[in-house]
């Protein structure tokens, strides 16, 4: 009897540390995993913005002066001269204003920092939630 009880003990004490072990390496791995992912968008910022830093500049500014605090999204125009009929809030950005402004969206959508939510002639995008905090953070750094 002893013996069936020294085993049972053994397995539980053995099964415990098992299960403690298993979830602090999947905690950690969560928190290196989010580290790496944090690392790697905020290296990709500090890309766009040194490759687009006249594009990246109005968006911050177009966020900063947003007095609703809810525009996400934008249009691009081919010129100043063309103007939106979109009835919802939406910021513009003009071809004829940004060298390579097309080009530029490519590398932010690559980037995970725009969506495509184009739905007609128009091409318009979503600003994600992670580059608005990116572009915030620069606008009011932290101290």
Not at 15 to 39: F, M, N, V
Not at 46 to 74: C, G, H, Q, T, W
Not at 84 to 93: A, E, H, L, Q, T
């Amino acid at each position: 009897m002893k013996l069936i009880i020294s085993h049972f003990i053994a397995f539980l004490v053995g099964a415990l540390g098992g299960a403690i072990a298993l979830y602090w390496g999947i905690k950690h791995t969560k928190q290196r995993q989010q580290k790496e992912t944090s690392y790697r968008l905020e290296s990709n910022f500090e890309k766009v913005s040194n490759l687009m830093p006249k594009l990246i500049k109005e968006i911050k500014a177009d966020i900063k002066n947003d007095e609703s605090k809810v525009v996400r999204e934008f249009v691009v125009l081919p010129t100043t001269k063309h103007s939106s009929s979109d009835s919802k809030g939406r910021f513009i950005y003009y071809e004829d204003q940004h060298k390579d402004l097309m080009e530029h969206l490519d590398i932010l959508e690559e980037s995970d920092f725009i969506l495509d939510v184009t739905s007609g002639n128009t091409p318009a995008y979503r600003l994600t939630d992670v580059f608005i905090h990116l572009l915030k953070d620069e606008i009011n750094p932290k101290t």
